[in-house]
């Protein structure tokens, strides 16, 4: 063989194939054909060169067959999605249901965004009729001189061309000044919360280098002061959740402590008759095993949470207990979570709640509870870490977190005020002078949820309450004794930046000024506004659950439509308008139900050797029945006005050939579009 010959060849490369059929083959191990295939197609075996190896023509056939098959596979997979999608759409659309059942109740916010829809629809079809009469403005054409050199009536010949060129110069002197100084406005906005989000990593950096982690001052058995073990009073607030009770009663009672140390309070809510059936008869269950649990039912139910736990406060045997421990219903703690929060308040009289971190037994389930992990992620890992290790606040979660009775009671006391009333006592205990602690490594199971309408209204939950808190508590904290630098972070930080401009930059910026400049190109977005510095965040964003990686892209995307929800709260919140004082608990799946009392059941804890063995069948049954009761997918209007207001502005930037600025608002109006139509996160059959 030649030289030239030897140098093209390549060991063998395996391929796969053993065929009878295109419907009935398997794999073994063959190589490539080698050039000796080639170079004696004809001669057979005897024609081989010593050592050469002879092929079966049919065998590369197979091949070709195998790798045509699976393309075609592939191909159908992308059909049958496409048309599994198309079919949802189709039943959003007929079966109606809308975020509103009542259209004449629609907000002015919807109201506002629909104008603009309507305005962006007949300003693109005047764009289009003056493009294809010739008026193609480029970068050079947005020049002042050469805009008012095209618009010159002088050089204007037609009807249409007088018209268009008036439009223009009403653009350049009256339109486009005020959108730019607003959009420059939020750009720096936009940089100083960048900044921040930047400062924050940094922060977490340091404490992952310097292994920075609270440590109690004493160990829970200490040999010369002896074992520490206070009064603690455990505290469930639930409310109709009957798809997780069991499990969190389960975990509660299985918390190592001493029987006689801890009291367990079920705090039922509960409209639902036969729920609180169902609640009793566990905590009966529990009693009669050993727990030290009582069962409490409100018959007035005022104050949602903040006013059950309150009531809950109120009880003459309170006193006799030294800490509380909050847990929501579909909380899980591990059995060692006291013996590893409690330790920290040990000869530390500064300090006034000891927080643990949230983790997911269902972070997996959809996109959305995928998406819903990075932000939370962000959350503990770098916001509630840096601020406990260097400020010593926080925001309470309102969960997962043990309180010195006498912070809550020197502080005021829960309060109905709002809808953040975690958020409200741990505002009110700082500036008490109250010290707060965030424990990373120790987590708490939790349920995330799973379905956009529980997700949107927890949202406009969490969004409204802080400017509720923000117009309440701005008077104390400017009258607190806290030093200045304190007053600053809670004001400018906590409550202004990343409560207030946060939400309003990101809808104000990427969901009207951007679209608006597609329509007024006189006014421009740089491209490193819309695309590098929001890559770079997400980026950041993302560091804390690696894992999530490759949903960069729709994290970034799924940020910008979740302003929309989260600016409406806002200014609901800031101007107590109807929807501030909205308060829906979170709907449960109770995924997480039958694993952990599965393993509750194996554990047999030695406090309660007689503890009763849940049915899990049950639960199962309970699960289906309230899967199929009330549950249905929504049409979301706002998010689909939206998508339509987007995407008509990237149909006009195709006009100004603006490249990057129509992949943004192509994407963002897809991504506007799948959420309005509520096929992000759980599908209801």
């Known amino acids: 063989m030649y030289w030239w010959a030897k140098e093209k060849h390549r060991g063998g490369t395996p391929v796969v194939v053993k065929m009878d059929n295109p419907n009935n083959w398997s794999m073994v191990e063959l190589e490539s054909p080698s050039d000796e295939d080639f170079l004696y197609p004809n001669g057979g075996a005897a024609a081989v060169p010593k050592g050469g190896r002879n092929k079966n023509a049919k065998q590369l056939t197979w091949v070709l067959l195998l790798k045509a098959h699976k393309a075609a596979g592939c191909l159908a997979s992308i059909a049958s999605a496409f048309l599994s999608l198309a079919s949802a759409v189709r039943r959003r659309l007929a079966s109606g249901r809308t975020d509103t059942e009542n259209p004449a109740g629609r907000s002015r916010f919807y109201a506002c965004i629909k104008a603009f829809l309507w305005l962006s629809l007949l300003m693109l079809g005047f764009e289009i009729a003056a493009y294809f009469k010739g008026w193609h403005f480029g970068a050079a054409d947005l020049q002042l001189k050469r805009l008012y050199t095209l618009t010159n009536p002088f050089t204007v010949k037609d009807v249409f061309g007088s018209l268009y060129s008036k439009w223009v110069l009403i653009r350049v002197e009256y339109l486009a000044p005020p959108l730019q100084f607003l959009a420059n406005v939020c750009i720096v906005l936009f940089i100083i919360q960048s900044l921040d989000r930047l400062i924050l990593c940094l922060g977490c950096l340091w404490v992952k280098l310097r292994k920075i982690k609270p440590l109690p001052k004493h160990a829970l058995i200490d040999l010369e002061s002896g074992p520490y073990f206070p009064m603690v009073l455990v505290q469930i607030p639930m409310c109709n959740e009957k798809e997780v009770y069991q499990q969190s009663i389960a975990a509660v009672c299985n918390l190592d402590w001493p029987s006689g140390k801890l009291l367990i309070q079920v705090l039922d809510d509960s409209d639902d008759p036969l729920t609180q059936s ?6 009966r269950k529990w009693q ?7 069962y409490r039912h409100r018959v007035i139910r005022d104050g949602y949470k903040a006013g059950n736990l309150k009531s809950a406060m109120n009880c003459g045997y309170v006193k006799d207990y030294e800490f509380v421990t909050i847990f929501d219903a579909d909380f899980q703690p591990n059995s060692d979570f006291l013996m590893r929060t409690v330790p920290h308040f040990k000869d530390n009289e500064e300090l006034g709640l000891v927080q643990a971190r949230w983790s997911f037994v269902n972070k997996d389930e959809n996109l959305l509870t995928r998406l819903q992990l990075i932000n939370l992620a962000f959350h503990f890992e770098v916001e509630q870490q840096v601020n406990g290790i260097f400020l010593n606040f926080f925001g309470f ?5 043990v309180w010195r009775i006498k912070a809550l009671e020197e502080s005021g006391g829960w309060l109905e005020r709002t809808t953040v009333e975690d958020m409200d006592i741990a505002v009110r205990a700082h500036l008490h002078g109250w010290k707060f602690i965030f424990l990373n490594d120790v987590e708490c199971q939790c349920e995330l949820p799973e379905s956009y309408e529980a997700y949107r209204k927890q949202q406009h939950r969490w969004h409204s309450g802080p400017m509720q808190l923000f117009r309440l508590c701005l008077p104390a904290i400017i009258r607190s004794k806290i030093s200045i630098w304190k007053k600053g972070n809670m004001i400018f930080l906590f409550f202004l930046l990343r409560k207030l401009i946060l939400p309003f930059y990101s809808f104000t910026l990427f969901c009207i000024i951007l679209p608006m400049t597609m329509f007024i190109p006189e006014a421009t977005l740089p491209a490193w506004v819309i695309c590098y510095i929001p890559a770079a965040m997400s980026f950041l964003n993302i560091l804390p659950a690696p894992k999530s990686f490759p949903f960069i892209v729709p994290y970034l995307l799924f940020e910008n439509t979740m302003s929309v929800t989260k600016f409406n709260a806002m200014v609901s919140g800031l101007f107590q308008l109807g929807s501030a004082y909205e308060w829906v608990v979170t709907k449960k799946s109770g995924r997480s139900s039958e694993g952990d009392l599965i393993n509750l059941v ?6 309660q050797r007689g503890s009763s063995e849940p049915n899990l069948e049950e639960i199962k049954e309970k699960e289906r029945r309230a899967f199929r009761k009330r549950k249905h997918n929504r049409i979301y209007t706002k998010e689909l006005a939206l998508a339509c ?3 008509t502005a990237s149909a006009r930037s195709l ?5 990057i600025h129509f992949y943004f608002l192509l994407f963002q109006g897809v991504s506007f579009l799948l959420v309005g139509l509520d096929l992000i996160g759980e599908q209801v059959e």
Do not use: F, H, M, R
């Not at 979660?397 to 977190?401: D, E, F, Q, S, V």
């Not at 194996?602 to 406090?607: A, F, G, I, V, Y």
């Open 655 to 659: 006009l100004s050939a603006q490249g």
């Open 288 to 294: 009669n095993n050993g727990a030290n649990i009582i």
């Open 397 to 401: 979660n309102g969960t997962a977190g």
């Open 602 to 607: 194996e554990k047999e804890p030695t406090k």
């Open 645 to 647: 207001l987007l995407l």
């Open 278 to 283: 169902l609640i009793k008869d566990e905590v």
